[in-house]
């Protein structure tokens, strides 16, 4: 038995190993290649993409799985040995549903509709996206077909990112969330303040020495990894001892601080995994939705918490001395709080992040179940966006036309994001029971017990559970809006005037 | 046939895409990668490699390329499709006859002597490498038995990289080079200068600007091209239309500026093959020697000459005010043209350098024609080289410890370098008849024209021909080390006292 393992797990590293060096190569095409490289770039991530696929499908994948029954059986749940058998067999299933052909199909249109929603985007064109846009939910539509165990369609999308989260758990947490949230931020999103300063200048040199200053505090250690420029920041690793964390910078804007955490976050995680599981499908983070539990706790969570800031701000002052000069911490704080309706997702607040998230959910789900006609997406968008955030949409290049997602066919993908900032709190809440003075070891500029304990906790299982056997793990019970919830609720009401 | 066409292409694009990903993460790792990244990029190295040789020696490939022996033959000789499968042919009748168990024992051993051989050398201790060159010698009699088609064992080793290319035509081509060199090296190789300034300093960043100013003239262009600081100096490519260009600095040398020349003359050949050709096995410069002809061109024909140094100086001199403030042109164009017998083969001059090569060759015939045993091989080492170069060995560091290529078992490889130096001038009596005013476009910084003439008759045709043919083709005749040794003669007597 042994033996097959072994034969399984080599085949399972060469998959792994092909995967991981599409990876780099997608890293090199955005933050090294030179501009003329991409047609062949891509034609070589397509060559090792179907050869990964191909060897991982194979009906010779299937007969060692299930060879492999009763030595799975035999072993402890927990092992790393029935850990892969038993991920590896729900992967490899999953996999066989699809066929080639719809799969290449998808990824032909992703690649055409996504220059044709960039110009629908800049010319504020919905109508020339529409026929696309129909196409991938008709593609998407078929893969759904695919399956059958279901409740309901959007379970089928909804697993591909979060797998076997349910679309009715989903709902329901949202539910609890929105009924929430949209008071307080009607409340709180009326708070203003003078936050010109926030405009720089922002030294580019300075950002990035400061972004590596705070997160080699967190953990970034330049043996094992490095932070380059992207136009799309994200992160990305070959292996634990090797990841490759992307930022952007420009000098009106700090946001590149927040993108820093938000990706190490990422980084921490990878790089956190069981080295024991090296080259295997369960070297990596777990989901969508508890990768994004790490990014956000570490940039938000930790990054624009006021412990935080009572050690780095005398440091932060001193590195941007002429948009800082002037500012006293508390404003900093408050500016970098600030709740604030507005059109961009990837521009918002803590706080209304959650709603464009809860908007793009339900429409798609209305997509999925018919009861909205692609062509009034617009329409149905815009409204939404008023009942939720109080201001009206001015055009589809701001409203449904912002995000890239739908034209590559990532319905399912947008609640993670959510999810992740639920689940961090509920992560937070169990880190702070068991270190108690986390706050002051910040204020210290201590970082490390947290770390570790994340790394212990969390970072060091990999794939080895499902994504609710991981939470339940590490926060003892299923997934649950309220202490996010309590947690914006203090945080910010405590800056609404009294 | 226009299918079965198609299918042999796209099955050898494949293959072409897994090696050129090989590449990229090559590169990636000597240039890019955290250092504890080491361990599982190898073992992806291994699993691209393992699944691209696969791919390639299966013998579907074998079917499809004798199912095209009509559909060749139809075609024009010079035709990208008739080519394609001749050379398809030749590579996959090479690489079936070895068998897998010993190109992976092959690579295992030489991965197990790297590390020893570097131990070895820094300690200057050839008796803890020899039992690993004695293995490496032992493989590669293994290798020679797996081929019959040869007139002697040596032919072997040089066709993995000189394909086609015969021990008694090198033998020949040398014996005539060392006949004219040994005398010319003891009359020239004792004119003394005062070459003090040569320590510089340098600074780095002045040596990476002017390194740029150079080659870009050259035709190194950001669109398609990196240029990135490594150990070891090399060139890769993932398309002709991305290039990644190494180097390296040092503040007390300048040697940099030679290394950017010699490193683009790699780049400019691969980025001038055919588009047409892009991921066929024939995108790629045709052999070592070829590619090295560039590399030598361009660093020292072009680069260590009169006409370019005309053009550049006075620029140099200003990027260098504290190295080069009080020394004249003429003092500068003797002392990186001086020549001066040394032990380190990277270091040599331009001339030295072919006896260093020539001690290398003659060797490794006696290694495998076992006429020197491995145990004697420092003593044949050192006499030979005072014998040729006039100066005693101080130890087996500097001596026959220097390379490594033999612990990796790259016996044949040496002479391609010296092939590359004399094929350089016969292109470049090519080039001059066509364009008798290079020197006067040199003085005017214009090197488009010699750049255009090379791409249009060597660096276009790939790999289409044999490297004899393309010889034949780009000079009109096979290789000839006259010319060369006319070169050297001019240039070195006129530096030597009347």
Redesign the interface.
């Known amino acids: 038995m042994q033996g097959r393992y072994d034969t399984l797990k080599e085949r399972l590293?060469?998959v792994h190993?092909?995967r991981?060096?599409q990876e780099?190569?997608f890293w090199?095409q955005t933050v090294?290649?030179?501009?003329?490289?991409g047609?062949?770039?891509s034609?070589?991530l397509t060559?090792?993409d179907?050869?990964a696929h191909e060897?991982f499908v194979d009906d010779e994948v299937g007969r060692m799985l299930e060879e492999l029954r009763p030595y799975e059986e035999s072993l402890p749940y927990d092992s790393d040995e029935a850990s892969l058998i038993r991920t590896s067999r729900r992967d490899w299933e999953k996999s066989r549903r699809v066929p080639a052909e719809l799969a290449a199909e998808m990824v032909g249109a992703a690649a055409e509709a996504h220059d044709v929603w960039a110009k629908a985007r800049a010319e504020n064109d919905f109508a020339l996206f529409l026929p696309h846009l129909e196409r991938a939910v008709e593609l998407k539509r078929r893969y759904i077909e695919c399956f059958d165990d279901y409740d309901e369609p959007y379970d089928v999308l909804l697993d591909d990112y979060e797998p076997g989260m349910r679309t009715a758990e989903v709902r329901a947490v949202f539910d609890d969330l929105k009924r929430e949230l949209v008071p307080l931020i009607a409340e709180v999103g009326s708070v203003e303040g003078d936050d010109a300063f926030m405009g720089g200048p922002w030294p580019v040199d300075a950002q990035h020495a400061f972004s590596l200053q705070v997160i080699e505090k967190f953990g970034f250690d330049?043996?094992?990894?490095?932070l380059d420029v992207t136009v799309h920041p994200f992160a990305a690793s070959?292996?634990t001892?090797?990841?490759r964390l992307t930022t952007r910078y420009s000098a009106d804007d700090i946001t590149s601080l927040f993108t820093a955490m938000h990706e190490c976050g990422h980084g921490l995680y990878e790089h956190g995994v069981s080295t024991r599981l090296?080259?295997t499908p369960l070297c990596h983070g777990v989901s969508s939705a508890l990768h994004e539990s790490q990014s956000r706790m570490w940039e938000n969570t930790v990054g624009r918490s006021r412990p935080f800031w009572n050690h780095f701000y005398p440091a932060m002052q001193a590195a941007f001395p002429e948009a800082l000069g002037d500012v006293d911490q508390e404003r900093w704080y408050r500016a970098i709080n600030r709740v604030k309706p507005s059109y961009i997702r990837v521009d918002a607040d803590e706080a209304t992040y959650n709603l464009h998230i809860i908007l793009r959910f339900e429409l798609e789900q209305e997509i999925f179940a018919g009861t909205v006609a692609l062509k009034d997406l617009p329409e149905a968008w815009n409204a939404r966006f008023e009942e939720y955030l109080g201001i009206p949409i001015p055009n589809d290049s701001v409203g449904v036309l912002q995000d890239v997602h739908w034209s590559g066919g990532g319905f399912g993908y947008f609640p993670t994001y959510s999810l992740g900032n639920i689940i961090s709190v509920q992560i937070w809440e169990r880190v702070l029971a068991d270190l108690p003075d986390l706050p002051e070891q910040f204020e210290a500029g201590e970082f490390g017990q947290l770390h570790e304990w994340l790394r212990t906790n969390l970072y060091s299982l990999g794939r080895k559970f499902t994504p609710q056997e991981t939470l339940e793990r590490v926060v003892g019970g299923p997934i649950d809006a309220q202490p996010y919830v309590r947690y914006l609720k203090d945080k910010l009401t405590a800056l609404a005037p009294a």
Chains 1, 2 share one sequence.
């Open positions: 590293a060469q190993d092909l991981r060096a780099i190569l090199d090294m290649m030179p501009p003329a490289g047609p062949v770039r034609a070589q060559t090792l179907r050869i060897l330049p043996r094992y990894m490095r070959s292996a001892h090797d990841i090296e080259r």
